[in-house]
Each structure stands twice: as C-alpha cells, then as structure tokens.
C-alpha cells in the first residue's frame, strides 16, 4: 500500500511516500480503508520527538475515516463496508496511508449524508471540543466562556457547542478572522494582535471575569487565564498547564484541568476509550443534522500533506485541513 512514512523524529518535510506492507487487524481490530484524513497540530508535534511505541518507518496520521475492510477476531458489532471515523491510537501505525487498523471499540459510524472528508475534519478538534464542554466544565447556559483560538480546529468547535449551550462567549483570534469566529456564534471577539486580552476581559465581564477559559494556545496563556477567572471558575488546558505558583488570586475555588484526547491509548483506559465512539457518535448527529459546521476549510491529496502540516504548524491558518485518499 502507499503511505508516507516516517523514518525517524523529525519535520514534516521528512516524511516520504512508500510502499508498506498492508496491516493486518489483530484482536478486537478493525482494517479500514482510508477515504481520507484529517491533519491536527498533534500530527507534526508528535512527528518531531517520536514515542518509544513507534517502530520505524512509522506512519503518522490519527483522524480517518474509511470503510472497515477486514474484522479481526471477536468483532461481532461491525461489518465489512461499514462506513466509519475515529481518532486514532498516536503511538501505532495511522491514516497517512490507504489503510489502516484501530480497535472497534472506538470508531463511530458516519451518518447518512455526510462525506469521508468531512468526517475526517471531526475527530481530533471537535472530540476534544466535545469532551472540555461538556465531560469537564460542565457548562452552562448563564455562564461566560473566553475561548482562545476561535478561529482554530478545537476553538472553532468550542465556539458552536457552547453557542449551542446558550453561553456568552468571549473568543480571541486575528484580525482576519473576526468575521468568521462571529459567524461560529462568539458574542464579544477580542483581536489579539491589536487588543490586551486580559484588559478586554475584565472590561467585557466587568471585573467579574469568565465561568469557564478554553486555553488552547500555552502555559503562559493558561498562567494568566488563573487570574480571568471568576470565583467557582474552571480552565481546560489544550496545550499545556498553568504555572500555579505563580498564581495570585488563591481562594476563587478554581478548577483546572488537563486535556489529553488520545492519551487513554497510551494508559489502557477501555472505558475512556469506548467514550470516543460515544462522542464520535454525538458529533456525527450534529453534524449530519447541520446543527454544527464541520469547519472544512481544504481539502488535499495524501502527497500534499507534509506541505499542509509545515502551513500548520505557523498557526495563523483557520479550520481543518483534510487530506483525500481515495476518491
């Protein structure tokens, strides 16, 4: 099969195309016929120091969307030609190839009417979206959200889910994109490049600050955020964690918390695990409906990808980059 491959750690410039062996689904596994992929931060972050599970030539890639081709062992809920999506496992063999193998337990199905690239787009950002909403801060209608990166993959599916929700919600994004983050539901836009986030929160809230921050952006970001939030508040760090000790206002009762998609792979957790097919099935619903857009915004063949990751990683792009593998 063709894939591009990974030879060691390195940039997105190192990937190559090859001929691989075709995989062949283990127990509780499924072989799927990759349709198409979707491309995240994750993907060129994860190529550049490699894991300790990877055997090289690895191949990357972790959102597909495909028809199951073949069933391993004790897979009695899935058929052959099946037509499916996921958020993959980081540390085995992904979706930057015509096929691929994942578990069964956490692939959802694709809704009637919605395309192979459009469900690539999903799992990743909106999972992710998915799970910081409604598994850790728990929203709720009267609260106000800061949503940094609005116009991003995580932070555009943040934006319509709490939209959804009733929230006011404040967002961050570039100039260029104030228009479109206002289009996904944010009620207050604060431009980044010309505005003092912090200063404009506290004017927009009043001093109060938010129920709730979406961090998607650094420690640093996170750090700052402990001192936006109102008391009872809570802070969901895409990136990485805030820096606690520097933190000054003790007493506001604030949650934080840590999000890491696809590390239940890595630390075995087969309910956290089954919980993606649960999401993957939610958004699939929403998406299907037209309740949610699916932030679409390219569409790329399999040797385009390593151009589309390194446009990636500059940040300052906008919606999902999905990768067509087969027509």
């Not at 691989?20 to 993907?43: I, T």
């Not at 919605?114 to 609260?143: E, G, N, R, W």
């Amino acid at each position: 099969m063709k894939a591009l491959i990974l030879e060691r750690p390195g940039t997105p410039d190192t990937l190559r195309l090859a001929e691989m062996p075709q995989p062949q689904p283990g127990e509780g596994e499924v072989r799927v016929k990759v349709k198409a992929v979707g491309l995240n931060p994750a993907d060129y972050q994860f190529m550049a120091t490699g894991f300790p599970q990877w055997n090289y030539p690895f191949i990357p890639g972790m959102d597909v969307a495909g028809t199951i081709d073949a069933l391993g062992k004790n897979v009695t809920n899935w058929s052959i030609g099946d037509r499916i999506y996921y958020h993959g496992n980081f540390t085995q063999p992904g979706g930057f190839a015509e096929f691929a193998i994942t578990t069964a337990d956490t692939i959802a199905p694709i809704p009637e009417g919605v395309s192979f690239t459009t469900a690539a787009a999903l799992p990743c950002a909106s999972f992710t979206a998915y799970q910081v909403l409604y598994h850790k801060l728990h929203i709720q209608p009267d609260q106000t959200i800061l949503i940094h990166g609005g116009a991003g993959g995580v932070g555009g599916f943040a934006i319509q889910l709490a939209a959804r929700t009733g929230l006011q919600i404040i967002s961050t994004c570039s100039t260029q994109n104030i228009e479109w983050v206002r289009h996904l539901g944010a009620t207050e836009i604060i431009d980044y490049t010309r505005e003092n986030v912090p200063e404009r929160v506290r004017e927009i809230t009043q001093g109060r600050g938010v129920d709730a921050i979406i961090d998607t952006v650094s420690s640093a970001s996170a750090t700052t955020g402990l001192e936006l939030l109102a008391y009872g508040g809570s802070i969901a760090c895409v990136a990485e964690l805030p820096d606690l000790s520097k933190m000054q206002s003790f007493g506001k009762a604030i949650s934080v918390h840590d999000i890491a998609l696809g590390m239940v792979y890595l630390l075995g957790d087969k309910k956290a695990q089954m919980q993606l097919a649960e999401i993957g099935k939610a958004i699939g619903k929403l998406v299907a409906d037209q309740q949610i857009n699916p932030l679409l915004e390219k569409i790329i063949s399999l040797t385009e990808i390593p151009q589309a990751l390194e446009h990636l990683a500059g940040r300052h792009g906008r919606g999902k980059i999905v990768a067509q593998i087969e027509d």
